[in-house]
Structures are given as structure tokens and as C-alpha cells.
């Protein structure tokens, strides 16, 4: 197999992401929001009022923030994401300037109502409220917010390798619950791409690949990030045009081994328009490093 397809497909671990990095454009101050990793704790009057609040929500009741409850999460996230927005949004030109905002969602509620402890699932978004931008630029990043009977934090995760002079722009969602227990495993899809009003050129390049996480009794692990979609696109007067688009056909289906899951995905890839590989991958879940592992077919 060749090496430049081969980097394409699999389970990516944190470390691998750093392909964004080759990416990297050169300018004088952060680009995007950074990759932060750590626990931001919750104390007094904010504390209380989130435990209250999430208490009365679950998983199934489709829930939006209020405003009292999005301005306490702003605060808190605002610590780490207000400055470097800032920044991101000045690169976007004049017309930007001032327009930075931060905003905050609730992506999905693990736990029952009532329940001791939840895990909630936060996309953080920076954006520019200016309307040639609001709708079609932004970057997110993820985050969980631990609600317990008498403690409330924040833990950040990150779905790549910090870098401070990159262009690539993400967009966290929602994609399905995959295993309803023991443990309980949830997909989200991450798209990134380097379409940033900061800086442009003849290379184009953007990605999508689902995510999984674990809700496990100390907290919720990233266990897997398969590619959905890769394509990367450069234009050259003398080389000539080049295009090399990656896609594959993701599925989740039990494990007839075990009372769980396996990943399975179907892909292939086209450089200028020509099929080049195809194949199938199939991942399954090992209960005793907690983590989806390939399994080659």
C-alpha cells in the first residue's frame, strides 16, 4: 500500500493528528483556537446554579442553554477562548474587527434525569457576528461539563495537536449514540478545513472524520477517530492541477463476539479522478484498554 493513502484511513490517535500541523501558514498570532487539554473547576453561585439546572435535564429532552446558564459557561470557557478568538477574528480583515464572539451548545447529556452524576457534552464556538461571516466561518472545539450532587468542572478535549500559526477551521457535531451500555459509546463528527478568510492560496484541503467517546465511571475518553471523508486539491500553472479524494462508508454494528460494538469501514481513493485503492477496515472494542482496535481484513 502506499504510503500517502495509507495516512488517509484508520483509527487516528491523538499524536497522528499532527498532519494538520503540515499545514501550517505563516503569520504573526494564533489563527485558530488553541488544542487545550485540562480541567477548568467551578466554584460558588456558578457552581450551584449549573448543578440545578442540568439536574432537571437528560439526554432526551433535546435542551438549549438559557441565557443565565450560557453567560456562567461563557465566563468560565471564556478564561481560555476569549483572548485567542479575539485574535483569530482580527486576522479576518477590518470589517471583522470587534466582532469576535464566543458561543456555547449543548452537543449531548449522558445520565438519566436526577441522575449523580452527568457527563455534558459542549461545542464551543468562535465566530464573527459580521454577516458575510456568521454563517460561513467559524472554529469549535469540544468540551465536558462533570455535574455532581455537590461539584461541578470542565474538562477540555482536544481533537488535535495545538498549533498557534495554523488556518484550519472546525465544526463539531452530533452524530449518534452507538452503544447504549457498559460502556455507553457516542460518535461525533469533526469537519476541518483551510478555508479561513485569514489567508488563502493555490492549496486546498479538508477533512471529516467521526469521533468516538466513551462514557466511562472516570469520565468520558476519546476511544477512536475513523476518516469519513479526506480531499486535498492544488493548483499549479506549471505542474498542473492535482486533486486526491479519500471517502469511505463508516458502519457500527454489534460485535457478534461480545455485547458490544465494531467499526467497519469501506473506503476509496481517487487521485485526479481515478480510483487508485480500495478496501475494508473493521475495528473492534477491547474492554481491557478501553479503546477501539484495528482488526485487518
Known amino acids: ?175 449518534q449514540i452507538v452503544h447504549k451500555r457498559d460502556p455507553l459509546i457516542l460518535s461525533l463528527s469533526i469537519a476541518t478545513t483551510n478555508d479561513n478568510p485569514c489567508c488563502g492560496g493555490p492549496y486546498q484541503y479538508s477533512d471529516e472524520k467521526l469521533f468516538y467517546y466513551a462514557v466511562l465511571e472516570t469520565g468520558v475518553k476519546q476511544v477512536a477517530s475513523v476518516v469519513r471523508y479526506q480531499a486535498e486539491q492544488s493548483y499549479d500553472a506549471v505542474e498542473g492541477d492535482y486533486s486526491k479524494v479519500y471517502t469511505a462508508k463508516i458502519e457500527n454494528e454489534p460485535d457478534p463476539q461480545k455485547s458490544s460494538v465494531r467499526i467497519r469501514a469501506e473506503y476509496t481513493t481517487r487521485i485526479n479522478g481515478i480510483e487508485k485503492e480500495n478496501g475494508r477496515e473493521s475495528y473492534f472494542w477491547n474492554p481491557d484498554k478501553e479503546k477501539f482496535e484495528s482488526n485487518e481484513e
Not at 490517535?13 to 498570532?29: E, I, K, N
Not at 469540544?142 to 477540555?156: D, G, H, R, Y
Open 1 to 175: 500500500m502506499q504510503r500517502s493513502i495509507q495516512g488517509y484511513r484508520g483509527i487516528y490517535t491523538f499524536g497522528l493528528t499532527a498532519l494538520l500541523l503540515s499545514f501550517a501558514v505563516s503569520a504573526p498570532a494564533r489563527t485558530n483556537l488553541p488544542q487545550s487539554l485540562k480541567t477548568l473547576e467551578i466554584a460558588g453561585e456558578q457552581r450551584n446554579h449549573l448543578i440545578h439546572y442540568f439536574k432537571e435535564l437528560d439526554d432526551l429532552s433535546n435542551p438549549t442553554l438559557d441565557n443565565e446558564t450560557s453567560e456562567i459557561l461563557r465566563n468560565v470557557l471564556g478564561i481560555v477562548y476569549d483572548s485567542p478568538c479575539s485574535e483569530m477574528i482580527s486576522h479576518w480583515g477590518e470589517m471583522a474587527k470587534g466582532t469576535a464572539r464566543l458561543g456555547i451548545h449543548i452537543l449531548f447529556i449522558a445520565g438519566e434525569r436526577h441522575a449523580l452524576k452527568k457527563y455534558v457534552l459542549l461545542g464551543i464556538r468562535c465566530y464573527s457576528t459580521h454577516t458575510e461571516y456568521r454563517d460561513r466561518y467559524c472554529d469549535e472545539r469540544l468540551a465536558v461539563l462533570l455535574i455532581e450532587p455537590q461539584n461541578a468542572s470542565i474538562t477540555l478535549l482536544p481533537h488535535a495537536q495545538d498549533c498557534t500559526n495554523c488556518s484550519e477551521l472546525s465544526r463539531i457535531k452530533f452524530e
